[in-house]
Every structure is written in C-alpha cells, then in structure tokens.
C-alpha cells in the first residue's frame, strides 16, 4: 500500500528544496592530536577516573539483581547495602584465609630463591657451556684477552614510609568505590533516564535506551560467566595442587590467584604460569616435580580457554585475539593491573554499542 505525501511535503517551483549541507571532516592531524590528548588525559586522571569506572561496572553487574529484589518488594536503597554489604563481607572472608598463607611465603621466598638457583643452573648448563665455549672461540679468533668487563652496579635507596605514605591514599580509593558504587546503584536509573530525556528526537532516544539495556544486559551475563569460570578453574588449580602435595591454604592462595589472573586473558595467563613455575621450583626439591604446578595450570588454562569458554559464551561475546592483545596492552599501560581487568569489559561495551549504531556494524564485527 502507497500513501500518497501530504500536499504541504510536496516541493513546488516557488520553493527551491535546500540542498543537503555536507558535514565537516577533521583532518588527520587533528584527529592524531585528539586521540593523543584523550590517552595522556585518561593517563593523567586515573585517580580520578579509575574509581568512577570500577563503581560503574559494579553497579552496571549488581543492576539485575537489584531488578529482581525490587520485584520481591525490597526498596532499591536496601537492596544496593545488602549487595554492598554480601560483596564486602565475602572479599574479607576470603582475605581472611590467604593472608596467613601469602605472608608466610612472601617471607619465604627470599630464603627459597637461594635454593633455585641450583636449580636454575643445572636446568641450564648445557646453555651456558655452548656459550661459553662459543665466546672462547670468537674472543681466540678476535685476538681478544680474557679480562672481564667492568660491571657497573646501581643501587637504590628505599624509602620506609613510602609504603605507609601509600595506604591512606589506596584506603580513600576503595573508599571511594564503595560509595560511588551504593549511589550509581540507587540513582544511577534516574540519572540515566534525565540523560535520554535532554536527546532531541524520539528515535534517539529509543536507540539510546536500546544500547543501555543491551550493555547491561550482555555486560552482566558475561561478567557473571566468566566469573563462574574463573573460580571453577581456581577450585580446580587448588585440588590439583592439593593433590600433589601443597598445602591447603597454599592451594587456596594459588587458586585465588588463578581465578584473579584469568580476568585478564593471555596475559593473566602468562603471569600465572611464570609464578607457579617458581613456586614449584620453591615447593619441590626435584625438577620434575618441580614443574608439574606449571603443567597443570598450562592444561587447566588449555581446556577453559579452547573448550569451556568458547561453547559457554559462543560467537556473541567472541573477540579477536589481536584486539585483545592491543586493547590489554593499551588499557595495562595506561592503567596497570586494573586496566588489565578492565580491559575486556570495555572491548565487550564498544563492541555492543557499534553493533547497534547504524553503518558502525563493519567496525562491530571488525573486533570478532
């Protein structure tokens, strides 16, 4: 069925129709400096920023949950304590039990460490003999003499109270978190609604709306996925450690530590190998044994990151490697280990938002 226009939208000759006024393009020099004014911006203000964007995510996580407590007829405010309060008594709770653990073996390490080297050595002898019979060679080629180089030492003054100058300055920040936090999640929808309303066209709106709830929505069952990943994987790292002879809150620790790192992927990995490949070396006399915490984790990582996690969270939440890669080296250095956190939830944020842009659905699946 074809409606015939109105007469008032029907150019006449006396009416010329205005032609379509082109749109200003940046030029690359301008869009360089913009971006690299953004980047030392939010390098600058990370203290700022930081705190803002981690009570935001937790408020974006916690909404469903206050959604469904508010159909139970529990007020919003008291819903947001309750989580704030579960959320806060389960990190001491679990504080609670690895500090005892992670200082003692932080004590040990430096004791420990004079054991590895052995170790280290025996591991690479072989190595080092090639290379030394390597530069024999090119030093009686050369005509060189065996005096050794001059080595300079640098060494560095420790400041006492920089770390307790430090604490106040990390307790205002979580602080901070909490309380922005308990206040994104009261009136974080009625800030939101204010926002849409100052847009100019329904249609804005709507898509605006549409976005939000999407990013909720996708945000919150991926953060949740992988979090349930996470500790089943940390769980199974510390049976498995447990099995092979560590202690239990020795395994507890490292397991925490498992579940923590793989938040950040391919790099949380990579740094937890390299830990439990030293703490094998401090646990166990032999070599072999020495690596198996190092083998199990590898094979543990192997099945999440190849099996569970793609069938669980499927093509929808799917990124590319090499943009994870860029995305958690960007976000690390601007931000170190929260910015590794942070980073994938990020990625996941502009990929939803491009997707429902129209025209931006090339740059959406440009990121998969």
């Known amino acids: 069925m074809i409606v015939d226009p109105a007469p008032e939208d029907i ?58 407590l508010q159909r139970l007829w529990v007020p919003r405010y008291l819903g947001a304590v309750v989580l704030l309060i579960g959320g806060l008594a389960g990190a001491a709770a679990l504080g609670s039990q690895l500090v005892e653990p992670a200082g003692e073996w932080i004590r040990q390490v430096p004791r420990e460490l004079k054991q590895v080297a052995p170790k280290l050595r025996e591991m690479t002898k072989p190595m080092q003999d090639a290379n030394r019979a390597a530069q024999n060679i090119a030093r009686a080629a050369g005509g060189e003499t065996s005096s050794k180089p001059v080595q300079v030492v640098r060494t560095e003054v420790n400041e006492p109270y920089k770390a307790l100058a430090a604490t106040p300055r990390r307790l205002a920040s979580v602080l901070a978190v909490v309380l922005l936090t308990f206040f994104f999640m009261v009136y974080g929808e009625s800030l939101q609604r204010n926002a849409i309303a100052l847009l100019p066209t329904r249609q804005q709106k709507k898509l605006t709306v549409d976005i939000l709830h999407s990013i909720e929505r996708e945000i919150s069952r991926y953060v949740l996925t992988i979090t349930i990943i996470n500790l089943l994987v940390g769980l199974a790292l510390a049976g498995a450690l447990y099995g092979i002879g560590v202690p239990l809150p020795e395994a507890l620790l490292w397991g925490t530590m498992a579940a923590i790192l793989n938040f950040a992927p391919y790099v949380g990995p990579l740094i937890g190998m390299l830990i439990m490949l030293l703490m094998g070396f401090v646990t166990f006399d032999d070599l072999w044994p020495s690596l198996l915490p190092a083998g199990l984790y590898l094979l543990l990582h192997t099945i999440e990151g190849q099996l569970v996690t793609p069938i669980v969270l499927g093509r929808r939440m799917r990124l590319s490697p090499l943009v994870l890669i860029l995305a958690l080296m960007l976000f690390g250095w601007l931000w170190g280990i929260i910015g590794l956190l942070l980073a994938v939830p990020l990625l996941v944020c502009v990929k939803l938002v491009l997707a429902r842009i129209e025209g931006m659905e090339g740059w959406a699946r440009l990121l998969e």
């Open 11 to 68: 150019p006449t000759s006396d009416e010329p129709v205005p032609a379509p006024v082109p749109r200003p393009r940046a030029s690359t020099a301008v869009v360089v400096l913009a971006t690299l004014a953004i980047g030392y911006t939010l390098w600058a203000a990370q203290t700022l920023i930081l705190p803002i964007l981690l009570s935001m995510f937790f408020a974006l996580v916690g909404n469903p949950i206050l959604r469904g």
